[in-house]
């Protein structure tokens, strides 16, 4: 008789549980709240960003991972400081899932500084460094040339900002050839790659440089797209900032966004806040140069027309002298006879002119002859008369004598006689020989 005992039979296994992705982000968090929360986590700000209704998203990074992070208006009017892209924090916040996405999202809840991050600390040395040797010195910095004949491009062929370049280009200036030299603007070896590229285009914008139909480049771009610190890291390579300072024209940064900055940013002649704006800065836009060329042709077309105008009047002028040459002719002969008529008359009236010259000096000459000889007998006269005034004989004719002694020497002191001295006395009629009797002085 058969056994009826029935065979023993495994237990069959359990099927694993089928979640819906909302309860599973859902049931994450709530792990994640129950095991970590609330956490404090210490890292480096990368990609800050301040939305428009207040909110502020970032990521805390070290040398090992990062995560996302999200702070909320609320939490972020009580900061004190402004956060930005390489600064050293410590946050406070609770762990969960942002289910929409389901990606790990730290809420924070406030922040601190805690020192600043490890690239940004090598930036701000770097800079100080530079600024110190007068790299970003404004007196180094160089306008914009007014006529450019070629522009030269450095980015990497696959980057946006490629296209945004060439776009504004072709818009505005699409008769400008553009030369293009490529290189990676992200990861290791990019800043060699940068330097490598802006050589090139150096080597066609030396005066002279260029080869028989190569394009002269009159000034170059410097673009790259928007990222974080990091993304942006080769372009604060001192070698690259070295290189940009001995470019022989002016190049014009447009790096990340408005408000990312680099060190290419500052040695750079001049900054553009994007790709696109630097593109526009160095290619005014096509219709203005339309509009100047066409004032400047006005401008030719008016002096052309007024050189015509004068130059036809002048032709005018010759031409009626021209159409008639023997009225010319007589013209010229009659002024030839004028001259040969006062060339005869013209020596007997300069002789006659001489004579009577000539007489009218002989006159003047005997009367002044005339005056002469008056003048000097009336001198004579006056002096006759003042020397007869002297004449001593004069003053004898008064009663006066004059005394002389033996030898004929005059007598005019009482000191000179003495008592029977001889002498004799001149009178006005004649001589007188007598003897002094006695002398008596005053």
């Not at 960003?49 to 009017?77: E, N, P, T």
């Not at 100080?128 to 790299?135: F, I």
Request: with cysteine; charged share 20%; net charge positive.
């Amino acid at each position: 008789m058969p056994d009826a005992t029935p065979s023993a039979t495994p237990l069959a296994r359990t099927p694993p549980r089928v979640w819906g992705v909302g309860a599973l982000c859902h049931a994450i968090a709530d792990t994640l709240d129950a095991r970590f929360n609330p956490v404090r986590v210490a890292g480096e700000i990368s990609g800050f960003v301040r939305a428009a209704s207040g909110h502020c998203y970032f990521s805390l990074k070290d040398d090992s991972g990062q995560i996302r992070c999200a702070m909320f208006k609320r939490a972020a009017s009580g900061l004190d400081f402004a956060p930005r892209d390489g600064q050293r924090v410590e946050v406070s916040g609770r762990l969960g899932v942002y289910e929409p996405r389901g990606e790990l999202q730290l809420v924070v809840e406030s922040m601190a500084r805690a020192g600043e991050g490890t690239l940004f600390e090598q930036f701000l040395l770097l800079k100080a460094k530079l600024e110190a040797q007068g790299l970003f010195d404004p007196a180094h910095k160089r306008p914009l040339p007014r006529r450019v004949r070629g522009i030269g491009v450095v980015t990497s062929l696959g980057a946006a900002a490629l296209h945004d370049v060439v776009t504004a280009l072709q818009r505005r200036v699409p008769h400008i050839p553009v030369v293009l030299a490529p290189a990676s603007v992200q990861g290791q070896g990019a800043a060699a790659e940068i330097c490598q590229a802006l050589q090139q285009l150096y080597a066609l914008a030396l005066p002279g440089a260029p080869q028989a139909g190569a394009v002269p480049i009159d000034v170059i771009l410097l673009v790259r797209g928007g990222g974080a610190l990091e993304d942006l890291w080769s372009f604060n390579d001192e070698t690259l900032a070295r290189t940009l300072f001995d470019s022989p024209v002016p190049v014009v940064a447009g790096i990340g966004h408005e408000t990312d900055f680099t060190i290419a940013d500052f040695v750079a002649d001049l900054r553009a806040p994007t790709p696109t704006a630097a593109a526009e800065l160095c290619a005014p836009a096509r219709q203005e140069a339309m509009i100047g060329a066409a004032l400047l042709q006005d401008r030719l077309q008016t002096a052309a027309y007024r050189l015509l105008d004068r130059r036809a009047q002048a032709l005018d002028v010759a031409t009626a002298r021209l159409g008639r040459p023997s009225a010319t002719l007589a013209r010229k002969q009659l002024a030839l006879a004028g001259t040969a008529q006062r060339l005869v008359h013209a020596l007997p009236q300069r002789l006659q002119a001489r004579a009577v010259a000539l007489q009218r000096a002989q006159a003047a000459l005997a009367v002044a002859a005339q005056r002469s000889l008056q003048a000097q007998t009336h001198r004579v006269a006056s002096l006759e008369l003042r020397l007869g005034l002297l004449d001593p004989r004069l003053v004898l004719a008064r009663g006066y004598a004059w005394l002389t002694d033996a030898q004929g020497q005059a007598l005019t002191q009482a000191a000179q006689l003495h008592p029977g001295q001889a002498v004799q006395a001149t009178l006005a009629d004649g001589t007188a020989a007598l003897q002094v009797q006695s002398v008596a002085a005053n």
